[in-house]
């Protein structure tokens, strides 16, 4: 099972939105509604941000917003924020009963 | 407080074998699947394996199937992975997760991570 494709890096300003794509393939990212998004500090845990596409766990601000569409994923992060820098890594619930996470994508705030 | 905490660890040579081990607090462990995910040094996660509520199942990525195990001992709030056959590409730091709902669809709750190191 191949990592799920993400770009490598996106950067924005302060009060800005970004996004973050997620590419992947009927197997995966297409097959189910089960999509989430995870952010990683350096030398830190992940930390669920996003589950089944579009779902925010408690806590999570509503800054962050995701989306889907065909095999395609997406990561909102609307408002940006320094404390919004970190890796954010997609991933996806596979037909092959595997769970297959994405590139990771390092956030910059300028 | 809800909280994972993984040990195990270590620096051991190729071919040798290890166990990793997951102490879980602050939730109903018993109702949770769980999950191992790796990360390399410097690089991306990797999901490795998972097991549904009470070992009935469990799953595996590819590249350890047969040289890995998980298993799970809800007496002890307890999650392993036994590892067999190590090899330097299994040098990451492991982390255990808690699965939100299903097995695989997403983890709510991971914990610190314990590095292994496969080196001669």
């Known amino acids: 099972q191949s990592a799920l494709t993400q770009p490598a890096s996106v950067s924005g300003s302060p009060g800005q939105s970004i996004t973050i794509s997620c590419a992947g393939t009927s197997s995966d990212l297409g097959a189910y509604g089960y999509v989430s998004w995870y952010q990683q500090s350096p030398g830190k845990a992940p930390k669920l941000m996003i589950f089944e596409v579009r779902n925010r766990p408690s806590g999570v601000s509503s800054r962050f917003s995701g989306s889907k569409s065909g095999n395609t994923a997406s990561l909102t992060i609307s408002g940006l924020q320094a404390e919004d820098e970190a890796d954010y890594y997609c991933s996806a619930f596979t037909t092959s009963r595997t769970y297959v996470f994405g590139s990771g994508t390092k956030v910059t705030v300028l | 407080e809800v909280q994972l905490l993984e040990s195990g660890g270590g620096l051991v040579q190729p071919g040798e074998s290890l166990r990793l081990s997951c102490v879980a607090s602050?939730?109903?462990?018993?109702?949770?699947?769980m999950s191992w995910v790796r990360q390399a040094p410097g690089k991306g996660l990797e999901w490795v394996s998972a097991v549904s509520t009470r070992g009935t199942n469990t799953f595996y990525q590819d590249s350890v199937r047969g040289r890995f195990t998980v298993s799970r001992d809800d007496s002890k709030n307890t999650l392993y992975l036994q590892m067999d056959s190590l090899s330097a590409e299994d040098t990451a730091v492991y982390y255990c997760?808690?699965?939100?709902?299903?097995?695989?669809?997403?983890?709510?709750?991971w914990g610190q991570g314990t590095m292994l190191t496969v080196s001669s």
């Open positions: 997760a808690k699965a939100l709902k299903l097995v695989l669809d997403s983890f709510d709750i």
């Open positions: 602050g939730f109903t462990f018993s109702n949770s699947a």
